[in-house]
Every structure is written in C-alpha cells, then in structure tokens.
C-alpha cells in the first residue's frame, strides 16, 4: 500500500499569503496519479487537482499543484478567505489512498 | 448538475447490516466508475470501495474486504453499499463519488450519510 505523508499538520496564515502543502508518498506514483481536495467544515471534499497539476472545472488558478514520484505540491498563490480549510492528497496509481490531511486556519 | 444523494445511514449495533444507497443524477450514470469514501468523526477520508461502469469489476479497501460489497443498478441509476458483520470502527460519515474513469480521481461527492455502530 502506497503510504502518504502531509505536512504541515497545520498551516497558520493570514489572507493574501502564500500557502504550500506537502505530500510525500512511501513509493513512487506512477503516472503522476495524484488529486488533491479541499474539504470545509460539515461539507463533502471538493476536487481540486487531478494528474497531480490539472486544475478541476471551475477551480481558481490561484490553485496550482506540481510534483512526480514521491514529493507533490499544492500551492495557493494569495489565500482567500474561503481558502481556509482543510486539504488531502490522494494516489490512485496503486488502488487508492489519501493523506491524513493539512488544515489552513486564519492566524 | 450532477447530484449524488446518499441514504440508508443509521445506528446499528456491532455485528450488524446496513445497506446504504447512493441516487445519482444530471450524468450518464452507466458510462461512469462510482466510488464510496468514509470519515470517521474528525478523522481524515479513508477510499472504502469502488465498482465499474458496467459493474463487472470491483475493489475493495482492506479493511472491508469480505464484509462490504458494492454494487449499482445502471437502470436506476443507483449505486449501493452493503454493510455487514459492522464493527465500531465503522463508524463513519459515508460519501457517494463519480469518478472520473475506472481507476482515478473523485470528481463530484455526495453531502455523505452517517453510519454509527455502538451497543
């Protein structure tokens, strides 16, 4: 089972600042078969990033994702307001798994 | 739109059944793999199970291998989770998911139905 690894577990920021999330797989990711997902409270996730840099309909750019093999990024460029919740990563290249997840709150 | 509506979540007790359904709309039902994800209460998602579009073909998460089964009805457009020999570590919010090709991503989810199981 592919193994993966967030971090931070938290992220303190503030609006209009850069926010970077780690996801770190226990081997590699063939076909770059990650997604990340952004998921608020008492809601249901919502796709961010496919392929592990393919933005999903509707999705702003402010969102970008990066990374092959073992080390993947998420990066919002200027945090907005509703930027602050939490995010996993999910490999599906080897059945699937997810992160445990990296919470962005306001600082 | 698309929409995916789960219901069928409930208390039952360890050792138990539960069947949950998933009614999907707004999308060629048939042409799309489905999937179900869970997440126990403040915990993270954990990926439960996932079917084909035709439903010849089936996964399974480990940790529910010989007890869950999935299944879907392409003429009803729906999609099913059977539940048994429940444990409490089962306990979980139970979401509904389109996916985007037999093994990829999630691309629209259900609001998710809540399963307890406790004595």
């Known amino acids: 089972e592919i193994v993966l690894t967030q971090s931070p577990g938290t992220l303190s920021l503030s609006p209009g600042e850069r926010a970077t999330f780690s996801c770190r797989a226990s081997?590699?990711?063939?076909?770059?078969?990650l997604a990340w997902y952004q998921q608020k409270p008492g809601q249901a996730p919502r796709l961010l990033i496919y392929?592990?840099?393919s933005r999903a309909t509707g999705i702003p750019d402010r969102f970008s994702g990066s990374g092959s093999g073992t080390d993947f990024t998420l990066t919002i460029s200027r945090l907005e307001p509703e930027d602050f919740a939490v995010y996993y990563c999910q490999q599906y290249a080897s059945s699937r798994t997810f992160g445990q997840g990296t919470k962005v709150e306001i600082k | 739109e698309v929409q995916l509506l789960e219901s069928g979540g409930g208390l039952v007790q360890p050792g138990g059944s539960l069947r949950l359904s998933c009614a999907a709309s707004?999308?060629?039902?048939?042409?799309?793999?489905m999937s179900w994800v869970r997440q126990a209460p403040g915990k993270g998602l954990e990926w439960v199970s996932s079917i084909s579009g035709s439903g010849s073909f089936t996964y399974y998460a480990d940790s529910v291998k010989g007890r869950f089964t999935i299944s879907r009805d392409n003429s009803k457009n729906t999609l099913s989770l059977q539940m048994n020999s429940l444990r409490v570590e089962d306990t979980a919010v139970y979401y509904c998911?389109?996916?985007?090709?037999?093994?990829?991503?999630?691309?629209?989810w259900g609001q998710g139905t809540l399963v307890t199981v406790s004595s």
């Open positions: 081997q590699s990711v063939t076909g770059t078969f």
């Open positions: 392929g592990a840099s």
């Open positions: 707004g999308f060629t039902f048939s042409s799309y793999a």
């Open positions: 998911a389109k996916d985007r090709g037999t093994i990829s991503w999630h691309d629209h």
